[in-house]
């Protein structure tokens, strides 16, 4: 069986100390949550950090609370905590779309919402989902928080504006009235990285769509944030030809790459297809949202 | 916590001999205590680590061990010149070809073995690898076996003399051209399609792995490995390494799937070994999961041309030409006279006028092998194309496809009946078998659902194949693999006690054998099965034979336990005669009892014959005291396994998912001995089905890269990918066969994939206009079809 | 580095190196071989034990990050000589060939009735879609756990 190359090992007991540490040992640190997109790449010796940082026991930084008009996730918060979350199911069902459809149920109860948005792997389904509802993520380093926009998190293929000494610490989705939202995916198998992906997210106000978020996933070297397919939707009323029209954006406006899931022209209408779906099924939750 | 009632269920549930029994087996494995080859703790073990081949085919310049050696848990490092030295750097194929065991000259697929480390711990042993330096010169590669005998192309066995290009085999025919052309000149109908059966691999849930143990002072080298072939392993280690084939002991224990996967000697098996002989420790490698998807035996890889035809609603002739991709080295399994395998068997099931089949193999740089995933002898290959023709027959015909299947079968009255290629046929009601299917799956009411559904802009397919397998190799007078007999043997003693040891050469991994050879023998001498021990895996403690694949454990050494087990009855009859003081002839027999015609209270049970057999009272006249027996059974012929498959499939119409909503199997493998194994051989071999039909495959770039080399890409059908499999059966027994049995493993993974695909191009035809999809049927391959440009699988 | 756990219900201390797999802490350096593994990128299934109740797979967890956390292996199934429900119905129901999938189906199947003590059959499937059986088609596994979770109800009710 593949193993990873050694490497040192501690355990964080605040966040403070992770913080520390990841200061202290500079660039060839990473810090540890459920490990499952990790470890894997260390077993295969794609990725050979020299310094592991566990944050499990910061359960501080696991809950799923509204605050102040916001919904806030603790990075450390696992995908089967999503997953079940009444709260989240009320407000933003999305999660549980994604949820049900990432990885499988065993590598659920490990991975962490952190952890998904840090790999930064376009074809993940929580970036676009995070997109969509338009999260801002709290980001601390020793000086302090900083919040930074989805759209401006991920900077680039795996790469994310978490910066040296570093680390996510927070999810937060602001709440608003009239809001439905739904996530898409299509896959090769159960448990597979998408082919392609769409996470929508509508507003409605008076029956006409206040503001909208749209994404993609897996369809581009980073999530594609579909402003001008939120910029079309806004302020008009849901019907089947705006969102066909939507849709036609989302397959103009992904980047996808030819790959063992699909050639590009097939990820393209993917992208079309599933964002009409999203929308679709994101307008019909926004009847009865508070 | 809930707790129940411990094993074993009450006595008065198990049947004497054949019949739902529950395995003898499970008790130690839903305990955690099963006993596979990771699981064997040897004091003073070493471990080994394999470095790989990052090129398809590239010269070697240099090799240097020198900062692995340098590693304080190193022990040795073996290269392609260590070996030479000892005359191991090459070795023999199953198919009369020559493999490396480490590169020397050159790397010929990515993956290649080049060098092998031995450490204290595995972990230093992984670690050790990335300090071999290795300097090698890329040359381009062949990954298109349309391509391999181009003029241009690069020659990969320049290690061969003579050879000028990529040819790996000449060409093997079958069947008759001349009437073949007859044929297709009086047809009415003709189709012709280009079919490939894509590069996939059997995967089993466990990889190969070894230990190797030799005793410097003895000589003696134990072998511990899971492997389906113990004896025919044995005998190569002798010819390759020249080691005393009395003193190499191999032994397996349990084996986590084979699959095919674990027939052929592996390079890091012979490495082992020598790691040994240079250590004089135990020597363990057991490969990750990337190392067994891109080095170890593949499946399938066949490039198919085809015509069929018809003549009045009947398919009267088929033509095949095939490119067999065999990678860079030939080491596909098959019996000697059969370079193409049972490939022939291609006529199907069909009563047809005539057939040619033409193959030839070719080599490219891609993983050797060839031989595998549940499949006789590329059987596979030839059912899935037959069975894809007939359908592409019946679209051209504009008939439905289990009708043109009813018009064109052997009928029951034809049986023995001989192929166009040459095969006898044993057995079969082929119609009678199809009906049960269409009963089950109500094909009526699926074409109804699917009319009103295609109304609706919703797409559904039904697809149908009908199979015949030819399978338990084999008729010692037509079969051997590296001239040893495909015959098996068994041992029988029954102690005085009544308790009874069966030794066979067969190999289960996974197969129930401990349970059904119980079960022979407990219904030929009316022992009970958990009185008889079924012994196996360990070549000091068994019979010779060739072990566990092609569906031949219950056809061969199910044939051998049979008859042993009647020569000991017989032996019992005359031990009877004696102790009731009659003529054997006098004697009838009755499950477990040898009794007085006319007279039944006058017997003695085979309990009290064997107590009398090793007693000091007298023995008939001549006799040897002891109640045993040996044979070697030379099966008459191979057994002919048939059934009909009927699969449902649902295609989301935006997005081209293909989901198999139902799918019915009617096996018919002749008598069943235990038909709760059966019914699970045949539940594994449709997952499977489903896998090769939607999404398992083995592919490479234009470098030769390994597309698939880990589970994250090589994608194995999850529980919710399966349909509610739907069984049926109807029961031939096989003419030739002691018990009337047929084999069954391999079934299920033949006769689903084109039962699959049928379905998918069914639900597109009308539609769509999809003439033909090449397998996996992927989300993307389906709705390129459906754009109308379907797309070749590499 | 030293690391402190419960497994199977008993205090284990041990120093390991950091990179350990808790796969290869719980086979090799506690012997219990129960547990599989069958791939390196946590797609098989085979190498699933509890942690703290909840099924995991061990090839992707450091024995580092097991300190304090409770780990159950097939091997703690049985007890004193009675067999868990799941392994009874595994028996019952023919639902292992080869049996190496089957430590990893059995705990994952423990974990879902803990949690779901009457699962439909699309919950079963769901809940070992992580574990890929080579073998059984799965057919026999979903007739397992239904067999346990229905004896399991029984006895309950009994008791």
């Avoid at chain 2, 594994?684 to 880990?710: H, K, Q, W």
Wanted: proline share 6%; net charge negative; glycine share 10%.
């Amino acid at each position: 069986m593949q193993t990873p190359a050694p490497f040192e090992y501690e355990r964080a007991t605040s966040v403070e100390e992770a913080i520390a540490a990841l200061r202290r040992v500079g660039p060839e640190a990473r810090i540890i949550a459920g490990g499952h997109s990790l470890l894997p790449m260390m077993k295969l010796r794609l990725a050979t950090p020299e310094h592991l940082i566990d944050i499990n026991d910061l359960t501080e930084l696991a809950y799923i609370r509204e605050d102040d008009g916001e919904i806030r996730i603790g990075a450390l918060t696992r995908h089967v905590d999503l997953e079940r979350s009444e709260l989240l199911a009320r407000r933003f069902p999305l999660f549980a779309d994604a949820e049900a459809v990432i990885a499988d149920p065993v590598v659920r109860n490990r991975g962490t919402i952190g952890g998904s948005l840090c790999q930064a792997d376009a074809a993940e389904d929580l970036s676009a989902v995070c997109s969509a509802v338009k999260a801002q993520v709290v980001i601390r380093g020793a000086e302090g928080e900083r919040v930074v926009a989805m759209e401006d998190f991920h900077v680039g293929p795996y790469t994310t504006a978490v910066g040296a000494g570093e680390m996510l610490t927070e999810v937060r989705v602001p709440v608003r009235p009239g809001a439905g939202s739904a996530h898409e995916k299509v896959e090769r198998r159960a448990g597979d990285w998408a082919i392609a992906a769409a996470s929508a997210a509508l507003w409605m106000d008076d029956g006409a769509i206040a503001d909208a978020g749209v994404a993609l996933g897996a369809v581009g070297m980073t999530t594609i944030h579909l402003a001008r397919a939120e910029e079309l939707l806004r302020g008009r009323a849901p019907s089947e030809e705006l969102f066909a029209q939507a849709a036609a954006i989302a397959s103009e406006d992904c980047s996808p790459r030819a790959d063992g899931r699909g050639p590009v022209d097939y990820k393209r209408h993917l992208a079309g297809v599933l964002t009409h779906r999203a929308l679709r099924r994101a307008a019909a939750r926004t009847k009865g949202s508070g | 916590m809930a707790v129940v009632e411990n094993l074993p269920t009450p006595a008065n549930e198990r049947p004497i001999g054949f019949g739902r029994l529950k395995r003898k087996e499970d008790p130690r494995f839903i305990r955690g205590k099963g006993n596979y080859l990771d699981d064997i703790r040897l004091p003073g073990t070493v471990y080994g680590a394999m470095l790989r081949s990052p090129y398809a085919h590239a010269r070697i310049l240099s090799i240097d061990t020198s900062a692995a050696l340098a590693h304080p848990n190193v022990a040795a490092v073996i290269t392609a010149k260590d070996l030479e030295t000892l005359g191991l750097a090459w070795m023999p194929t199953i198919s009369y070809d020559t493999q490396a065991v480490l590169a020397g000259d050159k790397v010929r697929f990515q993956g290649q073995e080049v060098a092998f480390v031995i450490a204290t711990d595995q972990y230093s042993a992984n670690d050790a690898l990335a300090l071999i330096d290795v300097d090698y010169e890329p040359l381009p590669a062949v990954v298109n076996a349309r391509k391999a005998l181009d003029p241009d192309a690069p020659l990969i066995r320049d290690d061969k003399a003579g050879q000028r290009d990529n040819l790996a085999s000449p060409t093997w025919e079958a069947g008759d051209e001349a009437a073949t052309d007859r044929v297709f000149a009086e047809a009415d109908t003709v189709v012709t399609r280009d079919i490939i059966y894509p590069r996939c691999h059997p995967a089993p849930l466990e990889t190969c792995g070894i230990i190797a143990d030799f005793d410097p002072e003895t000589g003696q080298l134990d072998i511990y490995n899971g492997n389906q072939a113990p004896h025919a392993h044995r005998t190569v280690y002798a010819h390759v390494a020249g080691l005393a084939e009395h003193m190499i002991r191999i032994m397996c224990s349990d084996i986590g799937g084979g699959f095919g996967n674990k027939v052929p000697v592996y390079p890091g098996y012979v490495c082992a070994i020598v790691g040994s002989i240079l250590t004089g420790k135990p020597v363990k490698w057991q490969e990750d999961r990337s190392e067994n998807l891109m080095s170890t035996g593949f499946a399938r890889d066949y490039v198919m041309s085809s015509q069929m035809c018809a003549k009045d609603g009947k398919i009267t002739g088929l033509r095949v030409d095939v490119i067999a991709d065999h990678g860079a080295f030939d080491s596909t399994a098959q019996p000697t006279k059969f370079p193409a395998g049972f490939f022939h068997i291609v006529c199907g099931s069909y009563d047809l006028q005539a057939s040619h089949v033409k193959v030839k193999a070719v080599y490219s740089n891609k993983a050797p092998g060839g031989v595998a995933y549940r499949c006789s002898f590329r059987i596979t290959e030839a059912v899935y194309l037959v069975e894809r023709m007939v359908d592409a027959l019946a679209h051209e015909m504009g008939t439905d496809p289990i009708d043109l299947r009813m018009r064109s079968f052997i009928g029951p009255e034809q049986f023995p009946y001989e192929t166009t290629t040459g095969w006898t046929y044993d057995s079969g009601d082929y119609a009678k078998t199809m009906r049960v299917a269409m009963e089950i799956a109500g094909y009526e009411d699926l074409r109804r659902e699917q009319a009103e559904k295609r109304a609706r802009g919703q797409l559904m397919g039904i697809g149908v194949s009908f199979f015949t397998e030819g399978v338990g190799a084999g008729p010692r007078k037509h079969m051997d693999i590296l001239g040893l007999s495909m015959n098996d043997g068994a041992d029988l003693r029954v102690h005085p006690s009544g308790k009874a040891v069966i030794s066979i050469s067969a190999q289960t991994q996974g197969q129930g054998h401990e349970t059904t050879f119980a079960q022979i023998v407990a219904e030929e001498l009316g022992i009970p099965p958990e009185d008889v021990e079924v012994r196996h895996g360990d070549t000091d403690r068994s019979p010779y034979g060739l072990g566990t694949y092609g569906s031949r454990s219950t056809p061969v050494s199910g044939g051998a336990v049979a008859v042993v087990s009647r020569k000991v009855r017989d032996k019992a009859r005359l031990i009877a005669a004696t102790m009731l003081e009659t003529r054997p002839e006098d004697l009838a027999w009755e499950k477990g009892r040898w009794y007085v015609k006319g007279d039944p209270e006058m017997g003695a049970m085979i309990e009290e014959i064997a107590v009398r057999a090793y007693s000091g009272e007298e023995m008939p006249e001549g006799m040897e005291g002891g109640l045993d027996a040996q044979v070697i059974y030379d099966p008459p012929n191979l057994t002919y396994p048939y059934g009909a498959y009927i699969a449902v499939v649902d295609i989301d119409p935006d997005t081209a998912q293909v989901a198999v909503r139902r799918f019915v199997a009617v096996d018919d493998c002749g008598v069943r001995i235990n038909p709760m194994i059966v019914d699970g051989q045949i539940h594994g071999g449709l997952a499977e089905g489903v896998g090769i039909a939607l999404m398992e495959l083995i592919s490479f770039d234009e470098e030769g890269n390994c597309l698939n080399s880990s589970f994250m890409d090589y994608l194995i059908p999850t529980a919710l990918e399966c349909p509610d499999f739907e069984l049926g059966e109807t029961v031939t027994p096989c003419p030739h066969h002691p018990l009337g049995a047929k084999g069954i493993g391999e079934s299920p993974n033949v006769g689903s994939p084109p039962a699959i695909v049928n379905a998918v191009i069914d639900a597109l035809h009308e539609t769509h206009g999809v003439e033909h999809i090449d397998m996996p049927c992927t989300p993307a391959r389906v709705w390129a079809a459906m754009q109308g440009r379907p797309e070749p699988p590499q | 580095m030293n690391v402190s756990l419960t497994v199977n219900g008993e205090p284990v201390s041990a120093d390991v190196e950091p990179r350990r797999l808790l796969v290869h802490f719980l086979r090799d350096d506690l012997g219990l071989t129960g547990t599989h593994w069958g791939c390196d990128t946590s797609n098989c299934g085979a190498c699933v034990v509890l942690m703290d109740g909840r099924p995991v797979k061990s090839c992707t967890i450091l024995t580092a990050m097991c300190e304090g956390h409770e780990i159950r292996t097939v091997e703690s199934l049985e007890v004193e000589g009675r067999l868990d429900p799941v392994q009874q119905g595994f028996y019952e129901r023919h639902a292992l060939q080869c049996g190496f999938c089957t430590p990893g189906m059995l705990m994952t199947a423990r974990a879902l009735l803990d949690e779901n003590p009457d699962p439909t059959e699309h919950e079963i499937r769901t809940a070992i879609s992580g574990a890929i059986c080579r073998c059984t088609g799965y057919k026999n596994i979903v007739s397992a756990v239904r067999w346990a979770a229905e004896h399991e109800a029984a006895v309950e009710q009994e008791a």
